[in-house]
């Protein structure tokens, strides 16, 4: 299948399909960072005193909570941060994912259209103008098929 992708994928173009799926990685873990960060929190408004544990683990980052409330402000900053910076790789990433769908539609029509172009003319003499235009329009296909393709690495991912 990735042959098939290869041959319809400029060089470029396969280059950004692999940073796209690289992208897909992050995602999956900002998300899990994300979710990951919720749980002590919670744990911390609702224990009295601090958790031993987590303040050991902040600890390992130069992080010493002396309170309670000093420890949910360091959390309550961590959550900000983290979910700020998700916000702004997913925006990222809905972008990248937009102008990869985006430049393939373009480029597949414009090969197929060059290559029309470039047959001769007895070519366009056999062959109906309204087929060539249905081709050339039907590029749509190979971009449904990559765009699948896009969707199920990307939900593959986050399972």
Do not use: W
């Amino acid at each position: 299948m990735f042959k098939k992708i290869k041959i319809i994928l400029s060089k470029k173009q396969m280059r950004f399909f692999y940073f796209f799926i690289f992208l897909s990685f992050l995602s999956m873990i900002l998300e899990t960072l994300g979710i990951g960060l919720i749980i002590p929190f919670m744990q911390a408004l609702v224990t009295d005193g601090i958790n031993h544990h987590l303040a050991n683990f902040l600890n390992f980052f130069n992080i010493y909570p002396t309170s309670k409330y000093n420890l949910i402000f360091i959390l309550v900053t961590m959550l900000a941060f983290t979910y700020t910076f998700k916000v702004l790789f997913l925006t990222y990433f809905s972008y990248a994912e937009t102008k990869l769908l985006a430049d393939l539609r373009v480029s597949l029509s414009d090969k197929l259209y060059c290559i029309y172009l470039n047959k001769p003319y007895s070519f366009h003499l056999n062959n109906h103008s309204s087929k060539l235009i249905r081709n050339v329009n039907e590029v749509s296909f190979a971009f449904y098929f990559i765009y699948s393709l896009i969707l199920l690495i990307h939900h593959f991912i986050h399972l």
